[in-house]
């Protein structure tokens, strides 16, 4: 499985961007596909993922501002950020977990993307 990330970039502070992320290989028909964001010397933490089925999960940060959308289709994964603050600056990771079972034992597996920066400037 691969993952292509576009549409990082910099932007003034209430500004809006677009990131996408489409994956390739075996991807399978349930799966969760979202973004993390990484801050200098801190741990990735999610910023928002969707399952295929619909359901999404958005940090507390984000509410309100970032939406996560889906093209099941084209496997893609989009994040329109809008009303930017210069706190969201951070590279930005798309990833898409799915699942395979084996007797009795399943298990996940994780994929990333490469990193897109998002620098927010006040």
């Known amino acids: 499985v691969q993952l292509q990330a576009s549409g990082g970039g910099w932007v003034q502070a209430g500004g809006s961007l677009r990131l996408s992320c489409a994956a390739s290989g075996s991807i399978f028909s349930f799966n969760v596909m979202g973004w993390y964001r990484q801050f200098p010397g801190k741990e990735r933490e999610l910023v928002a993922d969707?399952?295929?089925?619909?359901?999404?999960n958005y940090a507390d940060s984000v509410k309100g501002r970032f939406t996560i959308s889906r093209d099941n289709a084209k496997n893609t994964v989009y994040l329109q950020m809008n009303d930017l603050k210069p706190e969201d600056t951070a590279v930005y990771y798309c990833s898409i977990r799915q699942w395979t079972n084996k007797g009795w034992d399943r298990y996940e597996h994780n994929y990333w993307g490469q990193g897109t920066l998002v620098t927010v400037s006040s």
């Open positions: 969707g399952t295929s089925g619909g359901s999404t």
